[in-house]
Structures are given as C-alpha cells and as structure tokens.
C-alpha cells in the first residue's frame, strides 16, 4: 500500500479538463510543500511535470496545473491532448525516516 | 545534455548480490544530490535511496536498508548501489534520478532504467 493515495483511474475526452488527487497525511503533503507530479509513458522514464505544489519546470505545457488543499494536492490537465494519456504519480517529502513517498499511480485515458 | 545511463542490472539469485551504476554527463554531478527509485513490474514508483552531493548524508526506505548501500564517485562522475540479500521483491526497473537544485525532494532528470530480476 502506497503512502500517498491516488484514483487507479481517470478519463477525459480531448479538449476536456481532468482532476488526480493525491492524499497523504500531515506528516507529508500537507506538512510541506514539497509535493511534485511525474508523467509516465509506458516502457518510459518518469518526467517531472510539477514541482513544489503548483510550479512548472521549463517545457511543460501551461495546460498542466497544481494545487494543494489540507493534506490533498491536485494535478489538473486542461485541453487534454492524446498525448496525456500516460501514468501520473505525485510524491512529497515526508518527515518520516522515508524522506520520500510516491503516491500509487493514476493512469489517465484520453477517450 | 544532462544524461544518467545505468547499467549493471540482470538476472540474480535469491540472497545474491548486484552493484548498479549510473553514469553522469552533461551537468557538474559533484554539485547535485542523486537518488534511485524503482518500479516493480507493473506497479508504481518507489523511493529507495538518497545520498547528499558530497556523500556525507545518506537516507534509505525501510525496505532496503541494511541491504543496499548508495555510494558515488564525484571524480568519476557516478552514482552506485550495491545491492546484498536480494529478494524477490527486489525485481523491478531501478532508476538514477537527480534532485533539482532548487526544490528539495524534486527529481527533475531520470536515466533510462536497468532491470533487476531476483529468481531462482
């Protein structure tokens, strides 16, 4: 069981907007904000796509958005794509011995 | 280019050992904190190891510790784990990945993955 909770499952028409949660506790996303989200194209490499809470690294579409409320962080994609179907796994620092905790992954369809 | 390439993964015993590394090129390695994380066949993204840039602070998941140990070599511009005692619930891809030097517990770069297989 993973440390953060995700949905195992989102789908969203193209052109359309589209919500993963990630809940964890106190101890970690809704201690810091150090929560970040990683896009995952099967056979594929992880690719940061937010970072503490809400901010975008260079070259990651404006489409792709984050917040956090308590301890629930959210990654919004708006004008899905094809491309966005892939694997989404939020993590955050936790002040646990852990360091870091991922959360169980969310596998997003474009229908 | 910023690259992390490992190598060292394949097909172990149970209780057998393996070394993983990870080869850095194209940013000043001995400058940034460097992590691997694994990903089970099929399941998702687990933490596994953090060692500071110069080496001295090094954290570990309760699942791996006193069996792993990550190390590197600044002047060599690598990144290890040693791997004792594997188990089967050691098989996954096992990733290099750097933290970014402005976001604590970020990691902006990944390698491509090597494959560790613990069966008998």
């Known amino acids: 069981q993973s440390a953060l909770t995700q949905p195992a499952s989102v789908s969203g028409s193209p052109g359309q907007s589209i919500t993963i949660s990630c809940t964890g506790t106190?101890?970690?996303?809704?201690?810091?904000?150090?929560v970040s989200w990683y896009q995952q194209h099967p056979g594929k490499a992880p690719k940061l796509m937010i970072y503490?809470?809400?901010n975008r690294p260079s070259g990651v579409p404006d489409r792709f958005s984050g917040s956090k409320s308590g301890n629930t962080a959210s990654l919004t994609i708006s004008g899905l794509q094809a491309e966005d179907e892939a694997d989404y796994y939020c993590s955050s620092y936790t002040s646990s011995s852990t360091l870091v905790v991922f959360g169980g992954g969310t596998k997003l369809t474009v229908l | 280019e910023v690259q992390l390439v490992e190598s060292g993964g394949g097909l172990v015993q149970p209780g057998g050992s393996l070394r993983l590394s990870c080869a850095a090129s194209?940013?000043?390695?001995?400058?940034?904190?460097m992590n691997w994380v694994r990903q089970a066949p099929g399941k998702g993204l687990e933490w596994v190891s953090y060692i500071s840039s110069s080496g001295s602070t090094i954290y570990y998941a309760d699942s791996v510790k006193g069996r792993f140990t990550i190390s590197r070599d600044n002047a060599k511009n690598s990144l290890y784990l040693q791997m004792n005692s594997l188990r089967a619930e050691d098989t996954a891809v096992y990733y290099c990945?750097?933290?970014?030097?402005?976001?604590?517990?970020?990691?902006?770069?990944w390698g491509q993955g090597t494959l560790v297989t613990v069966s008998s």
């Open positions: 503490e809470v809400s």
């Open positions: 106190s101890s970690d996303v809704g201690g810091y904000n150090y």
């Open positions: 194209g940013f000043t390695f001995s400058s940034y904190e």
């Open positions: 990945a750097r933290v970014m030097d402005t976001a604590m517990v970020t990691f902006d770069y």
